[in-house]
Nanobody, 121 residues
Framework: QVQLVESGGGLVQAGGSLRLSCATS????????MGWYRQAPGKERELVAI???????NYAASVLGRFTISRDNARNTVNLQMNSLKPEDTAVYYC???????????????WGQGTQVTVSS
């Protein structure tokens, strides 16, 4: 059983900042990517930011320049620093680890339970 635990969501005014963190106590054989996704009411889940092996990052156009993703490989943790928040950033944010928990197990997507971020205008 792989459990990802998210923290850091909440209510903030427009222009404010929040920092999301996601960690797992499970040891992985390999983690190829860590990312954050979000889902607003009535919308599809979308990629917010992702960081892959080697440190390359990719961001949704709507958050570029405002959000920063980082990872701590030793602690199996991924963070999302969110600055200059806007009401349209309101959503449930999910962390994702894509990797293998053992050499003989295929690469799998693992998800956190989600944390609510609400930005008031």
């Amino acid at each position: 059983q792989v459990q990802l635990v998210e923290s850091g969501g909440g209510l903030v005014q427009a222009g404010g900042s929040l920092r999301l963190s996601c960690a797992t106590s499970r040891n992985f054989w390999s983690i190829n990517a860590m990312g954050w996704y979000r889902q607003a009411p009535g919308k599809e889940r979308e990629l917010v930011a992702i960081i892959i092996t080697g440190g390359s990052t990719n961001y949704a156009a709507s958050v570029l320049g405002r959000f920063t993703i980082s990872r701590d490989n030793a602690r199996n943790t991924v963070n999302l620093q969110m600055n200059s928040l806007k009401p349209e950033d309101t959503a449930v944010y999910y962390c994702n680890f894509r990797g293998k928990v053992a050499a003989y197990i295929r690469e799998t997507d693992y998800w956190g339970q989600g944390t609510q971020v609400t930005v008031s205008s």
